[in-house]
């Protein structure tokens, strides 16, 4: 394990201003996205749709990383040049998804485990073959009741800490997700609850598998109220609960935390964001690593046609341009209409 690699990586990818771009949707998830603006998911779409991505002018000042799947990491952009070296060359680091999906734990009412300890190593030899500086792995922890199960979150907790530790060992820099999902009609209490459990089972397991904290990233959702609750905690709110749950589970030696969006609004996640950079005093770096709230707007720009490529990039700028802002607390609504 090379810590000085692991440490540096870790800190360019919570660069100030910038954050995580996830683009590392599985074939069934990307299947998903593309099928709601009606254009069916080929291999060729697809490469179309990522190489959009990947060449929109000027992301490269707000965007540290972009997280690939497999499929993209061996693909040509429309250049062919491989897209981890076209990311490469614009100063972004490429990064790979390496969990294999859920699967039920069994005698659970349906919790989740994920997959992909088994062959591990090999992959990761391969990724970084192919240019890869760091991983993701995500966990699925669900709020219901009787959920989570101290089960549930131990063999999660175990997963990403073995992930964690196999990844530094190949010099790659795991970004360790533990997801608490917004589903359900829970209050925020609950899901400061549910993370203030779930991040203490993490670092406890982190810690036993001796992972170097300074050369890891975490990613987890923010505590927010259930999707489906009629008492929707307000922005300031979110920031000051997350803010008070993360200090008292996460270690000082972590270089950043890289929410998720998970299935807010784009212009919410940017305003939570925002709104705990403005409360500060934090050891960490507040960033983002958003997936659907960097995207949403790009793909119904883009529709699948060429003639928008152009318009759906500056989109994608644009979204990007919110969350540099907001990682100094400067996003305002007037960034929205400009
Ligand atoms: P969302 O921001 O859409 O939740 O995606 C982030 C991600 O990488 C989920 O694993």
Redesign the pocket.
Known sequence: MNMQTLESTARAMVAEGKGIL?A?ESLPTIAKRLSSINVESTEEMRRSYRDLLFTAPGIEEHISGV?LFDETMRQQSLTGKSFPALLADRGILPGI?VDLGLTTIPGTQDEKVTRGLDGLETRLEDYRRLGARFA?W?AVISIASHKPTPLCLRINAHALARYAAICQDHDLVPIV?P?VLINGGHDIGRCERAMEKTLHAVFAELVRHGVLLEGMIL?P?MVTSGIDSPDQADIDTVARVTIRCFKRTVPAAVPGIA??????SSEL?TAHLNAMNRLGGVPWELSF???????EKTLVTWQGKDANRELAQKTLLHRAKCNGAARSGTYSEEMERS
């Open positions: 996830a590392d997280i998804k993701k995500r997700e997801e990613k959702s929410f998720l969006s998970g299935g807010q996640a690593s958003y997936g659907r709230a960097l995207q």
